[in-house]
């Protein structure tokens, strides 16, 4: 049993701390947690977390807030409301470099095609992709997922949580279509 519960709160009050408790963990983790994970934590009943987690979304939305709530990578995440991105670019000058057109070509063959090998990646690009596929790799976007069947049995790569986190989606399906992401990949590449 919650120890908020041992508190003798009401059920408003009780659901009042637990939004509270939810609100500071999430912030505090910096990354997505499963709602089985603030579960696990907080020691509560399932059903009380995603009620929470709605309403958290919700109260994020309607009031004039900086952040709001995202499900991403199979879980929930605090994140700044774009509209004040520049401010928070201000303060800690991001790090994370753009991925050159090479890194975004191989990166959508990835997303697109895996769990696929690198002589694949090439066949689709024409040139070998090993110093894109390398960046990728090194840069938590892509990963070896397995070994395919076959002479040589090459390494398959697939994409990682923290590609979804990159982009912003919850699972893979929320890609767009593959026809519309290149043509959209093209002309940005062109505009550059």
Same mark, same amino acid.
């Given at each position: 049993?919650?120890?908020?519960?041992q508190? %003798?709160?009401?059920?408003?009050?009780?659901?009042?701390?637990? *939004?509270?408790?939810?609100?500071?963990?999430?912030?505090?983790?910096?990354?997505?947690?499963?709602?089985?994970k603030?579960?696990?934590? +907080?020691?509560?009943?399932e059903?009380?977390?995603?009620?929470?987690?709605?309403?958290? *979304?919700?109260? +994020?939305?309607?009031?004039?807030? %900086? $952040?709001?709530?995202?499900?991403v990578?199979?879980?929930?995440?605090?994140?700044?409301?774009?509209?004040?991105?520049?401010?928070?670019?201000?303060? $800690?000058?991001?790090?994370?470099?753009?991925?050159?057109?090479?890194?975004?070509?191989?990166?959508?063959?990835?997303?697109?095609?895996?769990?696929?090998?690198?002589?694949?990646?090439?066949? #689709?690009?024409?040139?070998?992709?090993?110093?894109?596929?390398?960046t990728? $790799?090194?840069?938590?976007? #892509?990963?070896?997922?397995?070994?395919?069947?076959?002479?040589?049995?090459?390494?398959?790569?697939?994409?990682?949580?923290?590609?979804?986190?990159?982009?912003?989606?919850?699972?893979?399906?929320?890609?767009?279509?593959?026809?519309?992401? +290149?043509?959209e990949?093209?002309?940005?590449?062109?505009?550059?």
């Amino acid at each position: 049993m919650s120890h908020l519960r041992q508190l %003798g709160l009401t059920d408003k009050e009780y659901l009042g701390q637990i *939004k509270a408790t939810v609100e500071a963990i999430l912030f505090a983790a910096g990354e997505p947690l499963t709602s089985k994970k603030l579960q696990t934590l +907080m020691d509560i009943p399932e059903a009380d977390i995603y009620a929470v987690l709605e309403e958290l *979304k919700e109260d +994020m939305l309607k009031e004039d807030r %900086g $952040v709001e709530l995202l499900q991403v990578a199979s879980g929930y995440q605090i994140f700044t409301k774009k509209e004040f991105g520049s401010f928070i670019e201000r303060l $800690v000058r991001p790090k994370r470099q753009k991925l050159s057109a090479a890194a975004m070509e191989v990166l959508a063959i990835v997303a697109y095609r895996q769990p696929t090998t690198k002589a694949e990646i090439d066949d #689709v690009r024409g040139v070998n992709s090993e110093g894109a596929l390398s960046t990728l $790799v090194e840069k938590g976007l #892509v990963e070896e997922v397995g070994r395919k069947e076959g002479p040589g049995r090459p390494i398959l790569y697939g994409t990682t949580q923290e590609f979804l986190r990159y982009f912003g989606l919850t699972d893979l399906i929320d890609l767009p279509p593959e026809k519309t992401f +290149m043509a959209e990949a093209a002309a940005s590449t062109e505009e550059e």
